[in-house]
């Protein structure tokens, strides 16, 4: 069979416009950190700075909340629902109109290919703020109780896997119920929150309402730990979130945790094999595996377990790693060279305890961050590739006889935020997705998002829901 | 205590132990301290539970949780529709020790229990409602059927408020009938109800394991639990010391526990309840599969 070349197809960078510097978006305003500092921002798919960014102090923090609070007191929660639901749909519509630089944007600052931003992100993005700006004057018809009010000022501390998309899920909501905010995105993309700010200015979003704080951890943690807040919601590492469920022991804080994942992906011999392989490919290599739900365990039925690994490895052997504003691009950069270590140090680990490494031939690019698509056979669940959250693309396969093994081996991680089944037998399907100790179970398909549909963790993977009507409640006392 | 006389028939007191995995133990630890009514006259030793018994007693959370988190909710709440006739037959005796441990007249200790009873069926009127309530069918924007439902999170560890019956009632009916298992600390001041209560359990189809009552000190048990890696949430209804509290909140952030804190002071056990004590030990599920042909 000939071989068909593909000619470089790169999306134009020109439509996004980069300032040398940014400082920090509180009350309604861009101005520069009292007692911050400032660090650089990287494209990681060529290591060059993009451009200089603040990081908050505690002071800076204390500022923010405090208009947050003002705002929260003098203006939004003042506004009838109806008002502040329109507020809203012009976000979203302005997401919409900016969606082409935004996913740019997000592609150069992540690493991300524009294929996925463009068509993933960014549509989400504003899905999302179309979802609950609906929702802003229908509070009591929710559902959750007979009269539902907001909490006051939320620090929600955000992710760098899919920037703009994780500031939605939380800004949305949090507005529609009649919230304020004080959002901080990670360190390592920082840019479309930046620009998200320059979207409120366009939308008229009364100052103080939304305010985006850059930095680092530290940053993050001096806004959970902020005495003027009421509400915390962070998506991030489960590390991390412990560190902040025990910062928030005997607050009033109301809190919501989007935590990390270990997803089991379960293939039945009579799954259609074709769909299983798009899944699994989906399920571990979207995002380069920067998916906190990602189906990083492949769990395979014995008696087909050599044909769909064969299918599987002709598969990724087609998958494009390069340049993420290509719009041919399948993979795309590693976020950060500390993301690109841990990949390393843990992917090392599984050759080390015996498990065999597969890669399909793959050149990486000189300069930038770079990881190829890698498959793990003959792994036990020991192995610490088959137990710890890797965040990238990496997939472990395991084996199992029985539905009984499979549902164990599903359940055997203190995680629980999603999982996978591909059988073509509805009642197995059913029999798994109710024991299968998880938030999300997709069934004969991965990685599905919406706004209405909720999301979130069991067990070590966090508490509470975004999306649906659930994560509305979430930024309600009830 | 003084000494009968000659023609009264001496009571026959009863020992009041543990209840754990179905079962009524001693404490391993061999420890009793002594309950006293509100008048200060001696009315038991009551079992002085250890860290040891709350592990046991977590032991048999789990080993119950399959079976009663998969029962149907019919099921789940025929079983504590049938509590609640036990309860009901057993009023008079609830109403001795709840005046006993609460102070009150028979009237008021009365109402309690007939306020208790009510609260058990309410809950248990739950049980095949809940999903409807708090479930959803998600429209999403694409060829795909959604939908969400709660289902339990797992082993709750429980820290029994003051209100011996009612507000034991309070915390403990909204765990199980949604299908969680639970480890309940009884009050260390009036235990006496909590044990008269597990067993009315014991001997109305609740599976053993289903509910495990601690009685003893919460502040030497609690800990055990808020820092137990297989126990899923933690529910400090009952801890009045916030330094307590706080440092339990601390110890569950260790596997990410769900935690609901103490209630505000004077909080009133007989107000309606809300859903809140349900939803907070409910996760939500999200299944998701393609429409095609």
Known sequence: ?478 | MSDPAPSERLAVRKTYKLYVGGAFPRSESGRTYEVTGHDGAFLANAALASRKDARDAVVAARKAFPGWSSATAYNRGQVLYRVAEVLEGRRDQFAADVAAAEGVGPADAAGIVDAAIDRWVWYAGWSDKVHQVRGSSNPVAGPYFDFSVPEPTGVVAVVAPASPLLGLVSVLAPVIVTGNTCVVVADRRAPLPAVTLAEVLATSDVPGGVVNLLTGDATEVAPWLASHMDVNALDLAGVVDADLAADLERSAAENLKRVVRPPDAGHDWAADPGLGRMTAFLETKTVWHPVGV
């Open chain 1, 1 to 478: 069979m000939p071989t068909f070349e593909y000619a470089p197809a790169p999306e134009s960078s020109a439509i996004v416009d980069i300032q040398p510097s940014y400082g920090l978006f509180i009350d309604g305003e861009m101005v520069d950190p009292i007692d911050g500092s400032r660090f650089k921002t990287v494209n990681p798919a060529t290591e060059e700075v993009l451009s200089e960014v603040a990081a908050a102090g505690p002071r800076d923090v204390d500022r923010a909340v405090t208009a947050a609070r003002a705002a929260y007191q003098s203006t939004w929660s003042q506004l009838p629902g109806r008002e502040r639901g329109k507020y809203l749909f012009r976000l979203a519509r302005l997401v919409q109109e900016r969606a082409r630089e935004l996913a740019v944007l997000e592609s150069i600052d992540n690493g991300k290919p524009i294929r996925e931003s463009r068509d993933v992100d960014l549509p989400l993005v504003a899905a999302h703020f179309f979802y609950y700006a609906g929702w802003a004057d229908k509070l009591g018809y929710a559902g959750v109780g007979p009269d539902p009010r907001p909490l006051g000022v939320a620090a929600q501390v955000i992710p760098w896997n899919f920037p703009l998309l994780m500031l939605a899920w939380k800004i949305a909501p949090a507005l529609a119920a009649g919230n304020t905010v004080v959002l901080k995105p990670a360190e390592t993309t920082p840019l479309t929150a930046l620009a998200f700010a320059d979207i409120c200015r366009q939308a008229d979003l009364p100052p103080g309402v939304a305010n985006i704080l850059t930095g680092a951890g530290e940053t993050g943690q001096a806004l959970v730990e902020h005495p003027g807040v009421d509400k915390v919601a962070f998506t991030g590492s489960t590390e991390v979130g412990r560190a902040i469920a025990r910062s928030v022991a005997g607050s009033r804080k109301k809190v919501t945790l989007e935590l990390g994942g270990k997803a089991a992906n379960v293939v039945f011999d009579d799954a259609p094999i074709d769909q299983a392989v798009e899944g699994i490919v989906n399920g571990i290599f979207f995002n380069q595996g920067h998916v906190c739900c990602a189906g990083s365990r492949l769990l395979v039925q014995e008696s087909i377990a050599d044909e769909l690994l064969d299918r599987l490895k002709r598969r990724l052997a087609t998958l494009r790693l390069g340049d993420p504003l290509d719009k041919n691009t399948d993979i795309g950069a590693i976020n950060s060279s500390a993301q690109l270590d841990r990949i390393r140090e843990l992917s090392h680990a599984g050759e080390l305890e015996g498990a065999e490494r597969w890669s399909p031939p793959c050149d990486l690019p000189d300069r930038g961050w770079w990881f190829p698509p890698t498959v793990f056979t003959g792994v036990t669940q020991a192995h610490r590739i088959a137990r710890e959250e890797i965040f990238g693309p990496v997939l472990s396969v395991l084996t199992f006889r029985t539905p009984a093994e499979a549902l164990e081996k599903a359940n055997n991680t203190p995680y629980g935020l999603s999982a996978g089944v591909w059988t073509d037998k509805g009642s197995r399907i059913l029999w798994m997705a109710q024991r299968l100790r998880a938030g999300v179970v997709w069934a004969n398909t991965f990685n599905r998002f919406d706004p209405t549909s909720p999301f979130g963790g069991y067990k070590e993977s966090g508490y509470g829901r975004e999306g649906g009507r659930h994560g509305l409640e979430a930024y309600l006392d009830v």
